[in-house]
């Protein structure tokens, strides 16, 4: 180490260690790695035995050439520049933009004055009306649009959330593995702990509620000041979509325990199987059937303008909606969000576009039902494409694809692959899927990554290229692979 | 409180207390009671003495009807409706927008590929060229385009870096007093320590370089581990703008106490006297004159489109850009940054238009050159006129306006406002406040929100708002309110 090193003020040693000790494969080293194939092959299209990089290491619809619903991006364009809607330019603007896209676009601005204006640091409230809107008629019951807040995508809302909760390094948050990593990074940000629930693999990641009990117990035992459960439904990784009863089990388990009930629902529209159920909704029928029973329940619930048929990630839409929170609480949570002002106005614009999208008899109605079918349709048949690969690779499993936009199959790999990867200083499942990016191009993310019962192996893909010449590859790959190092 | 309450996972007395601890005024209690006076005047026009609320507690032009500049705007608009490019919908378009802002919306759209994707964590690549150059045309030493990080606006860097270098409990950082109160909230929720040095009021709030020694002496003989100075030039909320002699003064400073130099330029283009020279600048200055004396310093700066001429707070657009950052420290805020995914993406090409406004001979470029000379002679002059206006006013004094948004003028209080307010539970600034926004609408923030000297009292007005009406009305009440207090 040179002098000069040794007199700065920082160095890894003296950082905060809370930031070193958080995780976040989606983009750790191997789409790193990709990121820089992705660069060889633009100075070279020669340079590696394919001619593009599929990131399917993350759920980014559009980077997969997805296309935008035509509705949502007429009215974001025509918000960015009001004055195409001055007398002057109207007439040129209607050669462009359908009627109801004008008159959205109108009301959304006199909603917010501008969208390079600071919003509430909540959210506008007119747009936070209707939100409440939609979850009212998606649930049958009443919501409250001062209980609603705006986010910058859920991930900002599930930071907000876990801020408040982690009140000692003693704080346990109950999570399920494997998971999304955005919770056990902001865990370890907060120096709280991660208190790990399994889902069941063999029944289609199901949640047992049993477990929940034991595992509560074991953390309490442990002297673990247990303060919340986090659920992702539909699954990330999994795919898994909770069936009503498994919900109403969970709201009771809480109910009981008393504690936050986190409900990340940002795949609410990314179902195959069955029909989304919020817990708002269950937890309300709860309250109905048994009245005073289950007032006690805090529930916080995510949504988001990234994933569904939106897929509008880089937008940084997103909302959460507090049930049964203390008021001194929510207060605190405001407190906090305000520090950063506001999220992006645009995206709350968007927000308010996704709860409320053209209806019938409106001019943009067919073709926006027509685009979310097709995207619907399109992930439901991919899904299915690449379940049925995994079928012909060998000692690859998947559950059937049930939601959301990921399959997460796991990979009986032969002992040697063990042996190879340690002298890398990698699992297996990381040696696999660097192993599946230098020869595909195909960049997934090691199962390792989420969290997997010892001794499995699994990876995450999304299903969103298009195409199927790259699930081909992956098929071909693995044949290869299992045959250089079958025992 | 009822069992029901008690029976809730938390409640103020169990949740984080760093969160508790955060204090920011610019939204605190007055915010939220000029938020409601705007709601009462909403539902019923006469509830108050006055017909609208100015709020002049926050620098948000365009919700004082700034207008946004225009190619801007045509570019974020062209962009997020990608199909206004195609060639059926050109002519039309041609009609709506200049030559040079379909040019830029294409090469911006092939450099993020859509608004709507997720992009690179740190931002995406070319437009953080544009970035690199920017600073390169400013300062007149070339700027590396991967230690440049865009963000959603400067708040959300400035949240990375101290989030970075809080090591423990016992890290301190260096803040100027009076102060833009994120710093405060940030180290709060970081449970680190802010370190204070006074600004001097009497030399046109200039900062003390002999100050900041005695300062660390202290805090280090507290057993503080010092680790940052931070920074805010053009000044928040003082205005005050750092000649480059004082630059140069804390920059040896942080040099030879190793300290990391947080440099908060934002209000970068908001000078009226003297010119900008940034932090950068003066460091490659010393390294130039002196080889080898200055390597060891880490700056970091940041910058925002939230501000300037710019003015799209709403729109969350920023970036900091690394000199001398250890590469392991870079990989963790890289790792940091990337656990929210990335800042949003039209905020993003935002920045780029910011860097890369149109050129002498574009289209766009008259256009532009006047709506920027227009705001910034708008700001100045409605300065000036603030300034004169506090002269009018018994026992308040303000420094000549130099730049930033805001003006901080010391007000002396007749000891009997002491007595009222403190049977209010309030600073005699806070009530002065407080009885301002009741009288005549105008929302400011009181100088405790900030930090002043024990026994002086402030206020931070910003000068966004059009017309001087809302001027008169503040000098009318500061003389009813004087008259009725009076020793």
Redesign the interface.
């Known amino acids: 180490m040179s002098s000069?090193?040794q007199?700065?003020?920082?160095?890894?040693d003296?950082?905060?260690?809370h930031?070193?000790a958080?995780k976040?494969a989606v983009?750790g080293e191997l789409a790193v790695k990709a990121?820089s194939i992705r660069r060889e092959l633009e100075q070279n299209p020669s340079s590696h035995p394919f001619d593009h990089v599929i990131f399917a290491n993350?759920g980014?619809?559009?980077?997969l050439d997805q296309k935008?619903i035509?509705f949502f991006?007429?009215v974001?364009?025509?918000i960015?520049?009001?004055?195409?809607l001055e007398e002057a330019?109207l007439e040129?603007?209607k050669?462009?933009y359908p009627e109801d896209a004008l008159e959205r676009a109108k009301w959304l601005l006199k909603s917010?004055?501008?969208?390079?204006?600071?919003?509430?640091?909540q959210g506008a409230p007119p747009l936070r009306d209707s939100v409440a809107k939609y979850i009212e008629q998606r649930d049958g019951y009443p919501a409250d649009p001062d209980s609603i807040f705006l986010t910058?995508?859920a991930?900002?809302g599930v930071?907000t959330l876990l801020?408040?909760?982690?009140?000692s390094p003693n704080t346990g948050v109950m999570i399920p593995i494997p998971q999304y990593p955005?919770y056990t990074?902001?865990l370890a940000?907060?120096n709280a702990k991660p208190v790990e629930y399994f889902l069941e693999e063999p029944s289609a990641w199901s949640t047992k509620v049993d477990d929940l009990y034991t595992v509560l117990e074991k953390a309490e035992t442990e002297g673990t000041d247990v303060?919340?459960i986090c659920v992702i439904n539909p699954g990330n990784p999994t795919g898994a979509s909770l069936p009503y009863d498994s919900i109403a089990d969970i709201i009771k388990f809480a109910a009981e325990k008393?504690?936050?009930v986190m409900a990340d629902e940002v795949y609410q529209t990314n179902v195959f199987i069955g029909e989304f159920v919020s817990f708002k909704k269950v937890l309300r029928d709860l309250q109905k059937k048994e009245p005073g029973k289950y007032?006690?329940v805090?529930l916080v619930s995510f949504h988001s303008t990234?994933k569904g048929m939106v897929?509008?990630?880089?937008?940084?839409g997103g909302y959460f909606e507090l049930v049964?929170?203390?008021p001194?609480?929510v207060a605190?949570i405001y407190?906090?969000v305000?520090?950063?002002?506001?999220?992006?106005?645009?995206?709350q614009c968007l927000v308010e576009l996704m709860v409320n999208p053209p209806k019938e008899g409106e001019p943009s109605h067919s073709l926006y039902k027509k685009e979310f079918n097709d995207i619907y349709n399109g992930l439901k048949t991919r899904a299915y494409a690449l379940h049925d690969a995994f079928k012909q690779m060998e000692g690859v499993e998947g559950q059937d694809p049930q939601g959301a936009m990921y399959m997460f199959p796991t990979i009986k790999l032969p002992q040697k692959v063990g042996e190879v990867a340690k002298e890398q200083g990698r699992k297996p499942d990381e040696f696999y899927c660097m192993e599946l990016l230098k020869a595909t191009g195909v960049c997934v993310v090691p199962g390792s990554g989420f969290g997997q019962v010892e001794g499995t192996w699994h990876f995450r893909t999304t299903f969103l290229a298009p195409g199927t010449d790259w699930v081909g590859r992956i098929v071909r790959f693995h044949k290869e692979f299992m045959e250089k190092y079958r025992d």
């Open positions: 000069t090193l007199l700065r003020s920082l160095n890894y003296n950082i905060n260690p930031v070193k958080a976040y983009r990121e993350i980014n619809p559009q980077q935008p035509t991006r007429q974001l364009s025509l960015q520049y009001p004055d195409l330019n040129a603007a050669q462009l917010v004055k501008s969208v390079g204006a600071y919003s509430h640091s910058a995508g991930s900002s930071n801020h408040v909760i982690a009140a955005l990074a902001t940000l907060l303060r919340c008393k504690l936050v007032e006690n805090e990234s897929g509008e990630c880089g937008q940084r049964g929170f203390d001194k609480v605190e407190k906090f305000s520090i950063s002002l506001c999220p992006p106005v645009s995206g």
